[in-house]
Every structure is written in C-alpha cells, then in structure tokens.
C-alpha cells in the first residue's frame, strides 16, 4: 500500500457515497451532461467510455440518451451500485473492473470520459501513460474530455483544513501542497460512528501550460481549455478546467 494513496480506504464505497452526497446531486449531474453534450457534439448516438466511472452518474444518463456506454473503475463496489441502475433505467451498458493504467482499447471510442478530478492520482510517468491510453482507446478525430482543479487558482485560495460534518460524523481534510513535484496531499481522516478511519491521498495539480504540454506528449491536440461546465472561458478567477482534446485524424 503507498502510504500517500490509500487507495481502497479513499473509495470505500460506504463512506464515500456518505460524505459525498449532499455533493453530488442528480441536479449537479444534470448540469454536467449536459455539458457534455454540448462540449463533444453528442448530438447523435455516439460510442463512449468513460473511465473511473464510479457508480455510474454520468454514464447511465448519457445511456438513456441513446449512446453507446462503456465504464471502467477499479473499485467493483461502485461497479455494482452502476449495474444495478442501469437496470433500473432499463439500459446496456458495459462495465468492467479495470485500472486506468493498463487499459487496452485500441480505436473504439468516438469519445473518453474522465471526470471528477479522476486525472492525476499517479506518477507523472503514470498520468501520462493514462493520456495515452485514452488516445489509444479513441478512434480518429474521436474528443477525450477531463476536468481538474486549476492549479493556480486553487492554491491563491487554498485553505489548510476543511471538515464535512454530517450527523455527527466527521471527514476532516488535512491539505499540504508540494511545489516541486504539483502534488496535493491530503492526509484524510474520516471519524464516522466513533470509529477514525485515515484516508490518505493526493492528486497532482497542473496549470494550464502543463496540461497542453501534456496533452501533446500523450500525441493529442488540446480543442480548448475551459473554465468551468458552463463553458466559460479560462481566467485567473477559474476554479477549474474543463479540458477538451482531440486525436488526430490518420493521414
């Protein structure tokens, strides 16, 4: 286990569906689809795949749309709670267990999916190698989209401490940033029925110019940055960067 990423205590599927409830609304997700279904022209029954799916949020919303889903997460108990509502909103879609790190699609997807700031929990080696897994997966002129905390935003306002309460229970986030390597640490601890549980994990932190240089070693073409869903454009004041890349048609 790498004491700086606990990978199985940050993705229980109990406590993380607890804290991150009140987070992630049906209205939340709503928003986001519709997103992106504007930002990748999904304007017609496209194949998709959308890697760290988690409980499959976006995925069985963009099923019911009509097109044709793939979902990849490492972590089954989130793999079945998604199978289990695609039944219930009477859609196929095919799940697998799978780490984003070794997947192995080659030109199948018109689009790939990584969402929720599912991008930079590795080495930088490894991120990148997620990258072009992703370019490998899509099929030519196919649009891979990703959304990530805006580094130079985030740290202007970044705070040391910040506590969820929720009946009682506590997860308190412990935040250190490492300017030499652009990882955020977060020394979680979850306190949930009088039992402390410790989470810790960290992702890495890009600004813009990194994410475009990026995208380009992982052999993609950046389409834009945006900042935030609702498309805005990119500033100093943005929380986050919607990124949106392409892969290149073959000659």
């Known amino acids: 286990m790498d ?11 109990d406590d993380y569906l607890y804290f991150y409830s ?17 930002l990748l022209a999904l304007d017609h029954p496209k194949k998709i795949l959308d890697l760290a799916c988690g409980y499959g949020r976006h995925t069985n919303r963009l099923a019911v749309m009509g097109h044709k889903m793939t979902g990849v997460d490492i972590t089954t108990g989130f793999l079945e709670i998604a199978r289990q509502d695609a039944v ?14 070794s997947i192995t699609f080659d030109n199948e997807f018109d689009c790939v999916m990584l969402l929720f700031t599912a991008f930079g929990y590795f080495s930088d080696e490894e991120n990148l190698q997620v990258l072009i897994n992703t370019r490998n997966a899509l099929s030519p002129g196919g649009l891979l989209i990703f959304d990530s905390n805006h580094r130079d935003t985030f740290l202007k306002r970044m705070q040391p401490f910040f506590v ?25 601890v ?7 549980k410790d989470k810790p994990h960290f992702v890495r932190l890009y600004n813009p110019n990194e994410i475009q240089a990026l995208i380009t ?21 943005s929380n986050r960067m919607v990124v949106v890349a392409r892969k290149q048609e073959s000659t």
């Open 190 to 196: 979850v306190i949930r029925d009088g039992i402390r």
């Open 22 to 38: 009140e987070a992630l609304t049906d209205e939340r997700t709503e928003k986001e689809v519709s997103a992106l279904v504007k």
């Open 88 to 101: 219930r909103k009477g859609v196929n879609v095919h799940y697998q267990q799978d780490d984003m790190r």
């Open 164 to 188: 969820v309460e929720k009946e009682g229970n506590l997860m308190i986030d412990r935040m250190s940033f490492d300017s030499l390597h652009g990882r955020l640490y977060n020394r979680r």
């Open 217 to 237: 070693k992982a052999g993609l073409v950046v389409e834009h940055i945006y900042g935030g869903w609702e498309a805005q454009e990119l500033s100093q004041e």
């Open 3 to 13: 004491k700086d990423f606990d990978f199985s205590a940050v993705f229980d599927v």
